[in-house]
C-alpha cells in the first residue's frame, strides 16, 4: 500500500512460509526501487542495504516468513516493481540463516557506526556513513534513504545533495590526515538527556581515523573517538 505521509514509500510482504535473502534480488526482480528495505522493530526502524551489507539498528538481509517491510521508489520514478520466486528462499538453522546463493565479496571500505541513545528510555537510533569505491557523495545506490522511527528520536546524515539517509556512502577512504565534514540531523518529540557515540570499522591499513563531533547549537567540538561519548539535552520543539 503506498504511504502517503512519506511519499514513495510501499509496504510489502514476503508471501511465503519461509525466509527470504535480500541479497539474491537481481535486477530484474527490483526494477526502480532503492535496493533497501526497512522494517519497523522495537519502537525504531532496522534498515539494511543490499550491495554494501551494511546496516543500521539490526538490519538484516533475511526476510522472516509473511514478514512485511518497507520498500521505496528511486527519486525520480513514479512507479517500481519488486517480484519473488522460491530460488530466494533460505533455510533458517540453528539461529543462523544459510542462503543458497554465495553473496559477493564487498569492496574494502571504511564504516563508522552513529549512535544516539535516550537516557530516559535507553532507545538507540544508529546511523551509518560508508567510504567505499564507486560511491559519489551525492545520493546513490550505494546509499539508503532514511525512514524516520515513529516513537523514537531520530538521527540523520546527509548527502551532498541534502538527501536524508540511513546510510550514507561517500567516495574512496580516507588516507591519514584527510578531513570530510558531513551533516548530520536530530529530531525528537520530547525533552530530554541523549548520548552520542562512535564506533569505527576500517578495512584498511588506516588505523588513525577520527570521528569529532560539532555541535552546532553549543558550538563545541568533541573527539567522539578519543574522549568517548558525548552527552547532551534537547528541549521539546516548540
Not at 69 to 88: A, D, M
Amino acid at each position: 500500500a503506498p504511504s502517503h505521509v512519506y511519499p514513495g514509500w510501499h509496504l510489502v510482504g514476503n508471501p511465503y512460509p519461509c525466509y527470504l535473502d535480500f541479497e539474491s534480488f537481481n535486477s530484474t526482480r527490483i526494477l526502480n526501487l532503492e535496493t533497501t528495505i526497512w522494517h519497523r522493530t522495537n519502537g525504531v526502524v532496522a534498515t539494511y542495504k543490499q550491495g554494501t551489507g551494511e546496516s543500521t539498528n539490526g538490519g538484516q538481509a533475511e526476510i522472516p516468513p509473511l514478514q512485511s517491510f518497507w520498500v521505496k521508489i528511486e527519486n525520480g520514478q513514479t512507479s517500481g516493481e519488486i517480484g519473488f520466486r522460491n530460488l530466494q528462499k533460505a533455510v533458517y538453522n540453528n539461529a543462523t540463516v544459510t542462503s543458497f546463493f554465495r553473496k559477493a565479496n564487498n569492496p574494502s571500505k571504511q564504516v563508522i557506526s552513529l549512535k544516539i541513545r535516550s537516557v530516559s528510555s535507553d532507545m538507540t537510533d544508529e546511523n551509518k556513513i560508508v567510504f567505499i569505491d564507486g560511491a559519489t557523495n551525492k545520493f546513490d545506490s550505494l546509499d539508503a534513504s532514511k525512514l524516520e522511527n515513529d516513537d523514537a528520536h531520530n538521527q540523520i546524515s546527509y548527502t551532498e545533495d541534502s538527501v536524508s539517509t540511513a546510510i550514507n556512502a561517500f567516495d574512496q577512504m580516507l588516507s591519514d590526515n584527510e578531513q570530510r565534514t558531513i551533516n548530520f540531523g536530530f529530531k525528537t518529540s520530547d525533552s530530554g538527556d541523549y548520548v552520542y557515540s562512535a564506533e569505527v570499522q576500517s578495512e584498511s591499513s588506516n588505523d588513525s581515523l577520527e570521528v569529532i563531533l560539532y555541535d552546532k547549537l553549543t558550538g563545541l567540538s568533541h573527539n567522539l573517538t578519543e574522549d568517548g561519548d558525548y552527552e547532551f539535552t534537547s528541549e521539546k520543539p516548540n
